[in-house]
């Protein structure tokens, strides 16, 4: 019986790219299609199959563990980049400015989508959400250098609306303008999660 539902719900890829050297800067460049393997796309800083660990999973490992890299992808929405930029008070937040690899519109509520959804392109490629992408200081950076003065009002501003994490199911191709189907796990929400919420707060 399969465990993965597909949904009517599909996104359309609206923006593509990189990010070559994290150290240097977090913007990425832009891309009009990419090729996806099982280490993510060649020359992104978030490539491999595995990676050190972060701050995301810190209570798991102590950070630098070499940990399986289920963060190969940051994945944002479109409707959910306006709304940011809204409570912001900017005309705009480009994707590039936040280290961006991949943009979609149609899907809503994006960032909280289940944990081990997956999106799907045409010819088969295959991307498994990993978890909500938190926000975080670094994108304040490069959002001052385009919008002085507003760089600051992000990490607050994107809570809840950052996307989501994911990596390589299936290789393939993703390029602009492609439709990515959104299949989600058949399982009910754990019985337990609200009890446990309620430890943490």
Partial sequence: MPALMPTEYEGRITWLGRVAQRDASLAAEPLDAV?????????????????????????????????????????????????????????RLEPSWLGASLVISGIPDLSHLPPSSRLQGPDGVTLVIDMENRPCHLPAKVIETH????GARFKRAALGRRGITAWV????????????????????VWSELSCVRATLL
Avoid: K, W, Y
């Fill in 35 to 91: 090729d996806v393997t099982f280490a993510g796309v060649a020359g992104e800083e978030h490539a491999g199959l595995t990676r050190p660990s972060c701050s995301r999973v810190i209570s798991q490992h102590p950070r630098g563990t070499e940990i399986r890299n289920a963060r190969q992808f940051s994945v944002l929405s479109d409707e959910e980049l306006t709304a940011i930029a809204a409570t912001m008070g900017v005309a």
């Fill in 147 to 150: 919008a002085p003065g507003f």
């Fill in 169 to 188: 199911e299936r290789e393939g191709r993703l390029a602009l303008g492609q439709m990515l189907r959104l299949h989600i796990p058949d399982q009910p």
